[in-house]
């Protein structure tokens, strides 16, 4: 079974451009998240999604960061304009959340290495 | 603010040797609390997990104690292995995971 797949794995821009970061969840996963995870720091939730909904996204900075999850399967994640400060990795993970309310296991993906000059 | 508290922030262990991390948490609402093992350029992996109505879960070499009152958790890493070299992070969650800060172990041959 293939795990989550994110895209892409580098990506280093100039201060103030946009970047997108991609996220496959594993197959029949409702539920997705994006993390940041600074050097040497434990990730960070930004954006929480239960199928296409956003359920939370009070970590989320509004003014630069967007995120969708359209059809409630792949997810795209936005930085416009990026600051320097942004340059960190993008962990996308997914998890089936069942009618129990347990959480259940999140699987994260390899992460995008993002480096703002 | 964070809501988990880990330590140490480095480790350095012997072949063969435990390996001990300590976490502590603040908000009694959490129910499920998960450690995760990270190597360089990779996402974290769950290693091993507890929900608080138990004090103690082992899988293999890897064992969580919980104390519920005290609001901490652990992990011991018996018989550690260079393999076993990575980062650990706990996390603690209701919905969403707050990891800690990250433990970096180094298990010398």
């Known amino acids: 079974e293939a795990g989550v797949v994110q895209s892409p794995r580098y990506k280093i821009i100039e201060k103030k451009q946009p970047v997108a970061f991609w996220c496959n969840p594993i197959?029949?996963?409702?539920?997705l998240y994006w993390y940041r995870q600074n050097l040497g720091q434990g990730p960070e939730l930004l954006i929480r999604?239960?199928?296409?909904?956003?359920?939370?996204d009070s970590q989320l900075p509004k003014d630069r960061f967007s995120a969708e999850r359209l059809k409630g399967v792949d997810s795209t994640l936005k930085i416009q304009p990026a600051e320097l400060g942004d340059s960190a990795v993008y962990l996308c993970a997914s998890s089936f959340r069942g009618t129990s309310g347990f959480q259940e296991t999140q699987y994260f993906g390899p992460g995008t290495r993002l480096l703002v000059l | 603010q964070q809501q988990v508290k880990q330590s140490p922030q480095s480790l350095i262990v012997q072949k063969g040797g435990i390996s001990i991390i300590n976490c502590a948490y603040e908000?009694?609402?959490?129910?499920?609390f998960p450690w995760y093992q990270q190597f360089p350029g990779k996402g974290p992996a769950l290693l091993i997990a507890i929900r608080p109505d138990v004090s103690e879960k082992k899988e293999g070499r890897f064992t969580i104690s919980f104390n519920k009152s005290a609001k901490q958790f652990s992990l011991h890493i018996m018989d550690s292995q260079p393999g076993d070299s990575a980062t650990y992070f706990c996390a603690a969650s209701g919905y969403a995971l707050n990891f800690g800060k990250g433990t970096s172990l180094l298990v010398t041959p």
């Open positions: 999604y239960e199928n296409e909904e956003a359920v939370d």
């Open positions: 908000n009694t609402a959490f129910d499920y």
């Open positions: 197959s029949g996963h409702n539920t």
